[in-house]
């Protein structure tokens, strides 16, 4: 009966979607209007309770959005004066992420969508976070250069339509936040790393020699396991010869070898390829380090930028509806077999 109904939903531009992202740690649920407007944005973190661990948990991860969804979901509607026979349909995250993670928010939406007759719509979790820069920029339309940086992902894309993504480069080996996160862990700092480091990194130096990862080589790929093993031994050598290794300046000179490249190859590509925007997405893309420097390169080379609040670069509910909503709009709709994913192309 629901896969009948698939066929004969009727699409509205200004449509409410609700927006499921359940991947890693955060049990987030979001309304947004016609695919920019964000009326609620709720974010539950389990973060606290991974953080004694030093690094995600992914039992502890599903468990604590068993038990967050529902009351996310509540206070999403609440916020958004909406009640759930209001949302047009139900956009969720199936890929990539942690399965049983990810199990919890396709099942919840999979309900939702069968019980009210509403569309349920499957998310890349990537995608989602190329499309936080719709809603950042009320305007936006493609083409332009996204530059993604995540925990899981580093890549350079030229998205050419709202469906059409090339992948120009990416990583060879370890995500640049991946690489935030190990740093953080060698250096003794709190999960989630990305943010202990960039804090740290404002009181050092860039006086540490680290290797210069294909620097105007190696295309628009991007290579981390190098730069980190660099930093793991600087930091072993110096405890072992009982030499002074200030912290700050390790902090300071990775963060700088390993955003400086980012935002270099970003520019590079919207030159090269002709792009007048570049959008940043991704959670690195919070770190204030990278926002400054593409903001400053881009505008020497009169390129725009979007770069979205940073609640908006990490993991969050209304990129998962932002992307929803142009999925909607194709009527890319899933029936109840929709399955979670723990690995999704890039495009
Ligand atoms: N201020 C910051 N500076 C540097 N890195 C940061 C900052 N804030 C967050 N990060 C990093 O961003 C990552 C989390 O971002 P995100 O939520 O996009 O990753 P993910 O969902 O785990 O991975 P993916 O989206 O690739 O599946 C972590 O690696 C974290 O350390
Ligand atoms: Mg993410």
Redesign the pocket.
């Known amino acids: 009966m629901y896969q009948e109904s698939i066929k004969n939903f009727t699409i509205k531009d200004d449509a409410l979607i609700m927006g499921i992202e359940t991947?890693?740690d955060?049990t987030a649920v979001s309304i947004v209007k016609g695919g920019r407007e964000v009326l609620s944005d709720v974010i539950i973190s389990s973060a606290t309770e991974h953080a004694k661990f030093g690094g995600v948990v992914p039992e502890i991860a599903s468990r604590a959005h068993t038990t967050a969804i529902y009351q996310a979901t509540e206070r999403a509607l609440k916020e958004a004066g909406k009640t759930l026979e209001d949302i047009d349909g139900f956009a969720v995250t199936y890929g990539?992420?942690l399965l049983g993670a990810l199990l919890v928010g396709v099942s919840y939406a999979k309900t939702l969508a069968y019980s009210l007759n509403k569309p349920l719509i499957p998310v890349s979790?990537?995608r989602g976070?190329m499309a936080a820069s719709y809603i950042a920029d009320k305007s936006l339309q493609p083409p332009f250069i996204a530059l993604l940086?995540?925990?899981?992902?580093t890549a350079i894309i030229a998205v050419k339509s709202y469906y059409e993504l090339e992948v120009l480069g990416s990583t060879l080996d370890d995500?640049?936040?991946?690489a935030?996160?190990k740093v953080?862990r060698v250096l003794g700092l709190s999960y989630?790393?990305?943010?202990s480091?960039?804090r740290l990194a404002k009181e050092g130096k860039n006086t540490v020699k680290l290797p210069k990862m294909f620097k105007g080589q190696g295309g628009y790929n991007f290579s981390y396991s190098g730069l980190k093993t660099a930093v793991i031994n600087a930091v072993h050598n110096a405890e072992q010869k009982d030499e002074p290794l200030l912290k700050a300046d390790v902090a300071k000179s990775f963060?700088s070898a390993a955003l400086d490249i980012l935002a270099d190859k970003a520019i590079e590509a919207c030159l090269q390829f002709n792009f007048n925007t570049v959008a940043l997405c991704?959670?690195?893309a919070?770190?204030?380090y990278?926002r400054e420097r593409v903001n400053n390169l881009a505008s020497q080379k009169g390129i725009k930028t979007v770069i979205p609040e940073?609640r908006y670069?990490?993991?969050n509910g209304c990129m998962i509806a932002a992307e929803g909503y142009l999925q909607y709009k194709a009527g890319n709709f899933a029936d109840l077999s929709l399955n979670a994913s723990a690995n999704v192309p890039l495009k």
């Open positions: 991947s890693c955060e990539a992420g979790h990537i976070h940086t995540s925990g899981g992902h995500a640049v936040g991946e935030f996160d953080a989630p790393g990305g943010p480091v960039e963060q991704g959670g690195v919070a770190n204030g990278l940073k670069c990490t993991d």
